[in-house]
């Protein structure tokens, strides 16, 4: 028996679904089937949560809860990290094709979760891991896209790593221009949106993490610090 035979891993499976069209698109999926809306009601219900206390607890439209959840619209990045942080889940959690159990997920780029949000597509790198801390996508902005008129705040912290055109940042008032190759991290309880000003779409790599500092992996990876 090799050594590769002991280690778990899982290939994230192809999911056949059918997008249901909103009034231009709804929560639809490419690589793999994603029911935003089915999974915000499950998750609300399980939480024992009816639509108007979820609208009162997130600050949202009862109107709009129940048009996301029977898929006529299409929410924006900004609402899913409001409802995450209101139903106390990842927002990977609105995309789950499937539960998973698995230490180790190799995925393969044409079988990762892809959902249409408003202005955009968002590719959950992550699905399949189990009690993950970390929440990589791919975000596609289409030409003018933004995160909306309501700053984000939530826990943990957030790195954006621009892949193509240009994407602006501003976090707690402060604006950041990002350009190919260029990054930025900062703590995710300040303010902050997006927004993409080209006619053309941009890329970009974001990865949502909590902070915690005691594993140290830049020191395990690299041998930073230690003196030789």
């Not at 699905?127 to 995160?147: K, N, Q």
Request: charged share 20%.
């Amino acid at each position: 028996m090799g050594e590769a035979s002991l280690v778990r891993r899982v290939e994230v499976p192809t999911q056949q679904g059918s997008a249901t069209p909103e009034s231009g698109r709804a929560g639809a999926a490419i690589g793999g089937a994603a029911n935003v809306g089915g999974c915000l009601r499950q998750l609300r219900v399980r939480r024992g949560h009816s639509l108007r206390a979820l609208a009162e607890r997130s600050g949202l439209a009862v109107n709009t809860l129940s048009l996301i959840e029977n898929g006529k619209v299409s929410p924006s990045v900004s609402t899913l990290q409001r409802l995450a942080l209101t139903l106390g889940v990842p927002i990977a959690a609105f995309f789950e094709v499937q539960p998973m159990d698995s230490e180790i997920v190799h995925l393969r780029s044409d079988r990762r979760v892809q959902v249409s949000f408003a202005h955009g597509l968002l590719e959950d790198l992550g699905a399949g891991m189990a009690e993950r801390t970390i929440e990589p996508f791919l975000i596609t902005l289409e030409p003018h896209a933004d995160s909306g008129p309501t700053p984000v705040v939530h826990t943990g912290q957030e790195f954006v790593y621009c892949l193509e055109g240009q994407i602006e940042y501003v976090v707690d008032g402060q604006a950041y221009v990002l350009e190919p190759g260029d990054s930025l991290l900062f703590d995710a309880n300040l303010p902050h949106c997006w927004l993409n000003r080209r006619p053309e779409a941009s890329k970009a790599l974001m990865v949502i993490c909590p902070f915690e500092a005691r594993e140290k992996p830049a020191l395990r990876h690299f041998g930073m610090g230690e003196k030789r």
